[in-house]
């Protein structure tokens, strides 16, 4: 079945740091992918999406670029802040099966000042 | 605009007591997800309606896990009897028609002593 693989964490950066956040997936056809991020005490909150190859998610200074021929959707930001400081879930959504979505293990992030 | 609301957001029950957790979607979104989020398994998908039909219950743990959507503003996730192992934040989530990504509630945390 349709899977999500991610690195593990916790990831420890300085602020200004740059970050990558690497994320694999297995999927029939041809899947959406996403970047959750979760604040502590709080729900998840898309940050970014992709809905076909070569697409390029990005949003608050984050930007992940969807590659099928490395089923691959890495999370990159060239300068982390303490406020960036949160658990970072890949996810892809297949368009099989209807729409629901499936989930990484979770990376958590800490930015120090 | 009102978000997913879920109730109760803290929820401490008993061993072998019934729980009922309550969630409203968006308005006008027509998929429902329920989710759950533990520190050993991460987020796991229980199940997900699709115009108040269950389309996947396949993540639903075992018999003791109900859930139900009556109308489209309205889902409960049942647990009857409820054990320590169900201790997590279970989350609900809805998306709208054509749309992929899910919006997420803040979540009800479980513990069951």
């Known amino acids: 079945g349709d899977s999500v693989t991610q690195m593990e964490g916790p990831v420890t950066l300085s602020e200004e740091a740059f970050l990558t956040i690497n994320c694999t997936y297995t999927a029939t056809g041809y899947p959406s992918l996403f970047w959750y991020v979760q604040y502590p005490g709080e729900g998840l909150q898309l940050l970014l999406k992709?809905?076909?190859?070569?697409d390029k998610g990005s949003n608050k200074g984050f930007e992940a670029t969807y590659r099928k021929e490395t089923t691959s959707f890495h999370l990159e930001k060239g300068s982390v802040q303490v406020s960036d400081s949160a658990v970072y879930f890949c996810a892809l959504s297949g368009d099989t099966g209807g729409f629901k979505t499936i989930f990484g293990a979770g990376t958590r992030l800490f930015v120090k000042a | 605009d009102a978000g997913v609301i879920q109730s109760p957001r803290h929820e401490v029950t008993e061993m072998g007591q019934e729980v009922t957790l309550r969630c409203k979607p968006i308005s006008g979104h027509n998929s429902l997800f329920w989710y759950r989020q533990t520190m050993m398994r991460g987020l796991e998908l229980l199940i997900y309606?699709?115009?108040?039909?269950?389309?996947?219950d396949s993540g639903m743990p075992e018999d003791r896990f109900s859930a139900k959507m009556p109308n489209a503003s309205f889902s409960t996730l049942k647990i009857q009897p409820s054990e320590p192992r169900d201790s997590a934040v279970y989350f609900c989530a809805s998306s709208p028609p054509g749309y992929v990504e899910a919006f997420f509630g803040q979540g009800t945390r479980l513990t069951v002593v």
């Open positions: 309606f699709n115009n108040n039909v269950p389309i996947d």
């Open positions: 992709a809905t076909k190859a070569d």
